[in-house]
Nanobody, 123 residues
Framework: QVQLVESGGGLVQAGGSLRLSCAAS????????MGWFRQAPGKERDFVAR????????YYADSLKGRFSISRDNAKNTVYLQMNSLNPEDTAVYYC????????????????WGQGTQVTVSS
């Protein structure tokens, strides 16, 4: 099991950028595929991006390609989500999560979750 703590959320104007961080506890961080999800008000939690254990391979929700970038630093036990050209539709609670194996794009594949960080984009 790994404990995850997100940070970096906040209020930003449309067109702006934010970088979210997710710090993981324990010495097994590099054994997990890491992902980001988001949940907008009144909606289901959606997949955003995931990154392989080494950081060499990434995968994004189609609608977010080119604006969002996921990365990780295994030495720091941290995964990041760089979000650019934000718009009000990106307003949501953003969660990081750890996946032990599989395709790791479905919510049910993830075993451990952070508490989430709020991102609000004003128009």
């Amino acid at each position: 099991q790994v404990q995850l703590v997100e940070s970096g959320g906040g209020l930003v104007q449309a067109g702006g950028s934010l970088r979210l961080s997710c710090a993981a506890s324990g010495r097994t961080f590099s054994t997990y595929v890491m992902g980001w999800f988001r949940q907008a008000p009144g909606k289901e939690r959606d997949f955003v991006a995931r990154i392989s254990r080494s950081g060499s391979f990434t995968y994004y929700a189609d609608s977010l390609k080119g604006r969002f970038s996921i990365s990780r630093d295994n030495a720091k036990n941290t995964v990041y989500l760089q979000m650019n050209s934000l718009n009000p539709e990106d307003t949501a609670v953003y969660y990081c999560a750890a996946c032990r194996g599989g395709v790791c794009v479905r919510e049910r594949e993830y075993d451990d979750w952070g508490q989430g960080t709020q991102v609000t984009v004003s128009s």
